[in-house]
């Protein structure tokens, strides 16, 4: 267990529709990166946010958004939501090491389905 | 533009084969690589990144500047290895990293 949790598990939901992901970084960690990974693209990099603020950004669409609060946990807000948009939702953060190196550690991710 | 390349969408070996899975990138400075794995209903975790120079689980990874190439090599695989793996590539001083497709290992009995 990498420390990195994510709600909800599973997301059924209906075209048109929006959602929200949450993510709660491991302790101590202020970058929360989010990934989408489908059968056809793989693992696609969506935003990065360090310490509340945006640092990165990926190929994320117009109609996702993201946050991260003050107390470091961070939200996808999916809307409009699209068939296409099914896959696997995951959330990462990160920890720099003695030496400058970073690892991410990665959440158990949130598969969402629409129908 | 950068970006990484894992030409081999599924590896099928056999238990005690050797196992190279490819991973070439495209970056003009100097980068930063990883292997990541994902088992079986398990979430992604790092498996080992070329500043470390360590083996992981009998897994070692050389990074070929001429080639631009981190492949991930294993002597003799085993049964457990058989997962999703991702080879990711960081430039410079921006934190994204830049995943590859994945390359799926089974390694049957």
């Known amino acids: 267990d990498s420390g990195v949790t994510q709600t909800p598990k599973h997301l059924i939901t209906a075209t048109g529709q929006r959602v929200t992901l949450r993510c709660s970084p491991r302790?101590?960690?202020?970058?929360v990166y989010w990934y989408q990974q489908s059968l056809d693209q793989g693992l696609q990099f969506l935003i990065q946010y360090y310490n509340g603020e945006e640092r990165a950004k990926g190929n994320i669409l117009e109609r996702f958004s993201a946050q991260q609060f003050p107390d470091l946990h961070s939200e996808l807000n999916l809307s409009s939501l699209e068939l296409g948009d099914s896959a696997l939702y995951f959330c990462a953060s990160s920890v720099r090491g003695a030496s400058g190196e970073e690892t991410q550690y990665f959440g158990p991710g949130t598969r969402l389905l629409v129908l | 533009a950068q970006r990484v390349t894992q030409p081999e969408k599924l590896l099928s070996v056999f238990k005690g084969a050797p196992v190279e899975l490819k991973c070439n990138y495209s970056y003009s400075g100097s980068p930063e690589l990883f292997w990541y794995v994902q088992y079986s209903r398990q979430r992604l975790q790092l498996l080992l990144r070329?500043?470390?120079?360590?083996s992981i689980k009998g897994f070692t990874a050389d990074l070929n500047k001429g080639e631009t190439s981190f492949h991930l090599k294993k002597p003799f695989a085993q049964e457990e290895d058989s997962a999703m793996y991702y080879c990711a590539l960081r430039t410079g001083n921006n934190r994204k990293l830049i995943w590859g497709l994945g390359t799926s290992l089974a390694v049957n009995p």
């Open positions: 302790s101590g960690d202020l970058s």
């Open positions: 070329h500043i470390s120079r360590e």
